[in-house]
DNA sequence: ACCGACATGTAAGCTGTTACATGATTCC
DNA sequence: GGAATCATGTAACAGCTTACATGTCGGT
């Protein structure tokens, strides 16, 4: 349950309810989960139960109660160590790799085709990355300075690892074509 | 059922026991899955309930007869038109992010020591990674120069990540030192 | 008339993990 | 004696996803 941390992270900033969590959640590519009802009312109702965050509704006019959520202080101490948990290694599951160790099978045009595909689909991605970053439309607590830099470098990151994989996946187009084929021939 | 895709295509590189795929999935971090049991013994039975494989039993004198599973016509067949597929992009789950985003908590001193331990982490990666390569114990089928092409290319992908993620880090830690705090005071 | 935003929640299911269970053989 | 390799398989559960269920309000 890794996103309980990220649930209590937002809280850390500010009071929110389970539909301001999800669009939190969903802000960000940092935040990888889908941002799900079921994965964020159900934590909320176990943090709850945990002692980590208090809840109080709030009777609305013309929409539904708000159920907003406060963290506690056991929730920052929890929190907080967890931050200073040791670090884990970033887990990356690249589907198109596995495509790309079973291509031999296709022939040059079937797979450079694929290969112009995966490099259209990174380079929308990143266009789109970009894009929020130009329009400065990215979340940014930014209570200080500090958090204003980390915020940013956090973004720079998602960036620059699609920008390494638009890289490679051009450098592997380009290498292939100077290596000979089954047949004897080059590319084509 | 992902996996089942990793599996057709080294059946259709060689027929494999499930143990000889666990050892297959474990070994290149393209195959990203743990290689539990359970889910390649299980996979294996579903595969060849939709007949893409075949099992033969081989009794051994030492050890435990062998269930040897070969790909089928019909598999490779499956398995050529999911390579052909839209490929999709990579899916990055750091939880360092996280604990970074909420990382405004910690005094610089324990932000760095955390920064650095994350540091310390991939450049062990890394270099685990690059002796690999460097003493060539590296799965890679090569039935043809264009296929062992790939297969280098698969495995500097995985370098080039960590590779990026170091000159990230390295990046933030540096450029954090320039960046005042909420006491005004620079660093430390 | 329909769609999206607002707001809460539940049901069912898929994927993948760790750990268990068994048992011979080989190496240190 | 203990650990690792060979080899099969199962049980329990954690994590996360899609889809469902309900209802008001405001815009096109």
């Known amino acids: 349950?890794?996103?309980?941390?990220?649930?209590?992270?937002?809280?850390?900033?500010?009071?929110?309810?389970?539909?301001?969590?999800?669009?939190?959640?969903?802000?960000?590519?940092?935040?990888?989960?889908?941002?799900?009802?079921?994965?964020?009312?159900?934590?909320?109702?176990?943090?709850?139960?945990?002692?980590?965050?208090?809840?109080?509704?709030?009777?609305?006019?013309?929409?539904?109660?708000?159920?907003?959520?406060?963290?506690t202080e056991a929730g920052l101490a929890e929190l907080r160590g967890w931050v200073l948990s040791e670090p884990e290694l970033p887990q990356y599951r690249a589907m198109f790799l596995v495509q790309l160790a079973w291509a031999d099978a296709l022939s040059a045009g079937e797979l450079d085709g694929l290969l112009a595909k995966y490099e259209e689909e990174i380079k929308l991605q990143l266009r789109m990355l970009r894009e929020r970053e130009?329009?400065?439309?990215?979340?940014?607590?930014?209570?200080?300075?500090?958090?204003k830099y980390i915020w940013t470098m956090i973004d720079e990151n998602h960036i620059g690892r699609y920008a390494y994989e638009l890289e490679w996946v051009r450098r592997l187009r380009d290498g292939i074509k100077n290596v000979p084929q089954a047949n004897g021939k080059k590319g084509e």
């Open 134 to 147: 130009r329009r400065g439309i990215n979340l940014n607590p930014a209570r200080n300075p500090r958090e």
């Open 1 to 71: 349950m890794d996103i309980k941390y990220a649930i209590l992270g937002f809280l850390s900033w500010q009071p929110c309810t389970g539909y301001d969590l999800k669009k939190l959640v969903t802000s960000s590519p940092a935040f990888y989960w889908s941002g799900n009802n079921n994965q964020i009312y159900t934590t909320l109702v176990k943090l709850h139960k945990e002692g980590l965050v208090t809840d109080r509704m709030q009777p609305q006019e013309r929409y539904p109660a708000r159920r907003i959520y406060t963290v």
